[in-house]
Structure formats: C-alpha cells, structure tokens
C-alpha cells in the first residue's frame, strides 16, 4: 500500500487540482439551484432555454450575478441583460 502525501494545500498536488475542481462544481451547483428556486418562488416562468443558459454555466462570478438580479427581474430572460459567461 502506498502512503498519500499531499502537501495540501497550495502545492499544485492531482489531489488538491481535483478537490478544488470538486469544489467549484459544487459552488456552481449550489449557485444554479438558488437562481432557479428564487425565480420558481417569485412565480417566474422559467423556459427551457433559459434553464439550460443558467445549468450550462459554471462562471461563479457570472452565477453570483445572476443570482443576485433574480430577485429583482421581472422575467426569467431579463437575467441576461448585461454579463454573460466567457466563452
């Protein structure tokens, strides 16, 4: 059996790169659930492709943008007017 040394965190070690990847996905997840359940509790129709635009995203600065705005916008599109991902 070999030991696992990882010099976590900060060496640019495969485990702590997937752990940080892990991280961020689940950041990103959690950012997508909020958006959709704040606009699905204000009563906002949310269209498929507006769906798709905010699950297809892991910007987390863009995430948070959105999610901020879908407390205040009137429809589901309207998060959009402004930044969008790179890419």
Do not use: N
């Amino acid at each position: 059996m070999q030991d696992v040394v990882t010099h976590f965190p900060g060496h640019g070690t495969l485990f702590e790169e997937k752990y940080l990847e892990g991280k961020a996905e689940g950041e990103a997840r959690g950012e997508v659930r909020g958006i959709l359940r704040v606009l699905e509790v204000r009563g906002i129709a949310v269209s498929d492709e507006v769906r798709r635009r905010i699950t297809d995203c892991t910007d987390l600065d863009v995430l948070g943008d959105w999610l901020d705005r879908s407390g205040t916008v009137e429809r589901a599109e309207d998060l959009f007017d402004g930044r969008e991902p790179a890419g």
